[in-house]
């Protein structure tokens, strides 16, 4: 069993950044492909982004949308995996998922590929 604890979420202004930060217990974090997806209501939840264990650059892929303005890191000492999002727009707004999952060494961008997730911070961009 795995437990994810998201926090950072909040209130910012369309340009601005913050950092979200999810806290893993439960099982060996190094060994694990940590993940970001958000949900819009109404909406899919979607894919964001994802680093492998490791936590070097070369080790993380992004949705194209936040190519460029969201970076991925983790620290395993910590058991921790950070998103830091700057150039912040409104259609970030969502409510942002830490998910993990546990085997397999390939690129993991579907919801379903992930075994489990945080209860969601809510991230609003306003204009």
């Known amino acids: 069993q795995v437990q994810l604890v998201e926090s950072g979420g909040g209130l910012v202004q369309a340009g601005g950044s913050l950092r979200l930060s999810c806290a893993a217990s439960?099982?060996?974090?190094?060994?694990?492909?940590m993940g970001w997806f958000r949900q819009a209501p109404g909406k899919e939840r979607e894919f964001v982004a994802a680093?492998?264990?490791?936590?070097?650059?070369?080790?993380?892929y992004y949705a194209d949308s936040v190519k460029g303005r969201f970076t991925i890191s983790r620290d395993n000492a910590k058991s921790t995996v950070f998103l830091q999002m700057t150039s912040l727009k409104p259609e970030d707004t969502a409510v942002y998922y830490c998910?993990?999952?546990?085997?397999?060494?390939?690129?993991?961008?579907?919801?379903?590929?992930?075994?489990?997730w945080g209860q969601g911070t809510l991230v609003t961009v306003s204009s």
């Open positions: 439960g099982r060996t974090f190094s060994s694990s492909t």
């Open positions: 680093i492998k264990s490791g936590g070097n650059a070369y080790s993380a």
């Open positions: 998910a993990a999952r546990y085997g397999g060494l390939g690129t993991f961008i579907a919801p379903e590929q992930y075994d489990y």
